[in-house]
């Protein structure tokens, strides 16, 4: 009995194999007439093409050094994913900036990146001047990079558009 399941396994792989090196017509017909079931074969063995994944994101306030008071962005494709460096502006000097929205809408073939300013919850006596703070950012993909990513920030300032990249296909 286990002989029989060794051969029936390895004459499986083989004929998996040998599909895949002539060609996709060859792997479809070869996963069929050996009986395997094709539920878990047939994504992978049909070629069809796959979506971009967001499987992690990263947030780091940073110090705003460099930042100007325009608050803006600079988005730059990695090669899994997007980094942002940025500066939102507060309304306060208690304002400190965080992470409202990291997303990927496949529809749109669009990452999106949505940094904004609040106060601290332990914040008391807050000077009512402007603040800049600066931040870091990363998106990580996974099955390939989004056509675009878009920066958007909602601070003291508004809510706007601050950087915007397509990336290379």
């Keep these: ?4 399941a060794l051969l029936l396994g390895t004459a499986g792989l083989c004929a998996s194999l040998a599909g895949c090196a002539s060609g996709g017509d060859a792997a479809e017909g070869s996963t069929a ?8 074969a047939s994504p992978t063995a ?17 110090r705003a050094d460099a930042c100007s008071a325009d608050g803006g962005a600079l988005a730059s494709e990695t090669e899994t994913g997007v980094s942002v460096v940025g500066c939102v502006t507060g309304a306060t000097d208690c304002s400190i900036a965080r992470l409202a929205r990291a997303d990927y809408d496949a529809a749109s073939d669009t990452a999106t990146l949505v940094v904004e300013t609040v106060e601290r919850a332990d914040a008391e006596n807050c000077a009512e001047s402007p603040v800049v703070r600066g931040y870091e950012a990363t998106l990580r993909f996974e099955s390939g990079l989004p056509g675009r990513a878009v920066v958007v920030h909602d601070d003291a300032d508004g809510r706007r558009e601050v950087a915007r990249i397509d990336m290379d296909a």
């Design 46 to 62: 049909t070629g069809t093409s796959r979506r971009p994944r967001l499987v992690g994101r990263s947030f780091t306030p940073v």
């Design 1 to 4: 009995m286990n002989r029989r």
């Design 33 to 40: 007439s050996t009986g395997t079931e094709t539920g878990t």
